[in-house]
């Protein structure tokens, strides 16, 4: 219920009028549900006693960006009042997503259009950081050109994009997209771990849909889900598991030999091994 929702988050922040995270609860749910000029107008009356909040600037920037409307001055003063957290906002937050409904190119397209690894591209997407359309019947993305071109002009003008060039190449971002195949032992990674607050779950990639957490279905919470959240920064120790190769090999064995290696599996036995057997007695695909 969107508008109790509102309310709800209205009444907190009259309790809590000084409170940055009662604004920001309130303003960040008012944009999601599309009622972009009420964000704006609650980031306004924010910056009217906090004069210098960078992400109220950024806030009444995306709104207005959102709308077709002028933006750059409050991107301007996002910058100038602190660098780092604009930086931040800009790469991770800023909804560079204009157009309803899905978009013109796959994910393969796009990245090649942006050349970068499809692999990269899906993980900004699921973080917020690539403007995308979210398909949930085939948990896809896609994209388009205008959004992207719009997203690459923005940060180009703040000279941001050496900044992200700089992060691809220092830290592979694991999330859903990423498979063991795409890192090597003694490779820098870095993992955004969010907390579910209804089943306690911690997940490496986005929480859920605008309606749901994906982890037990409970109902989304615009805000709690940003809430709940821990950066792991460090290298890759070991490999395991078996990766794409060997999920793909397993889908060619028998209703048979599956539930054998689900048994071993539940019994904690060696069911890589086991499968690894069977794999090598198929024929040639």
Request: net charge negative; aromatic share 10%.
């Amino acid at each position: 219920d969107d508008d109790a929702a509102i309310d709800a988050y209205r009444r907190w922040w009259s309790l809590a009028p000084r409170n940055p995270l009662a604004f920001r609860a309130t303003a960040n749910l008012l944009f999601r549900v599309g009622r972009l000029e009420e964000s704006e107008a609650a980031a306004l009356a924010w910056l009217g006693q906090e004069t210098n909040d960078p992400y109220a600037f950024v806030m009444v920037a995306n709104a207005r960006y959102k709308r077709g409307k002028e933006f750059s001055q409050w991107l301007d003063a996002g910058q100038k009042s602190e660098p780092d957290l604009f930086r931040t906002l800009m790469l991770d937050v800023f909804d560079y997503t204009r157009a309803d409904g899905p978009g013109e190119w796959t994910s393969g397209e796009a990245a090649e259009y942006l050349g970068i690894p499809e692999t990269r591209l899906v993980e900004r997407a699921a973080v917020g950081g690539m403007p995308r359309h979210y398909n949930p019947e085939t948990e896809t993305f896609t994209f388009n050109q205008d959004e992207l071109d719009a997203r690459r002009e923005v940060l180009s003008r703040y000279n941001l994009l050496e900044t992200e060039v700089e992060r691809v190449g220092a830290v592979v971002e694991l999330d859903f997209g990423t498979d063991v195949d795409d890192v090597e032992v003694g490779q820098e990674v870095r993992v955004m771990l969010q907390k579910c607050p209804h089943c306690g779950e911690w997940t490496a990639g986005p929480l859920g849909d605008r309606e749901k957490y994906f982890c037990c279905g409970a109902p989304m919470d615009p805000f709690i889900e940003l809430s709940g959240e821990v950066e792991v920064q460090g290298r890759v120790t070991r490999k395991a598991g078996g990766g794409r190769a060997l999920s793909a090999g397993i889908k060619r064995l028998t209703a048979d030999q599956i539930a054998e290696l689900r048994t071993l599996w539940e019994d904690q036995d060696d069911w890589m091994g086991r499968a690894e057997e069977l794999l090598a007695a198929l024929p040639p695909e």
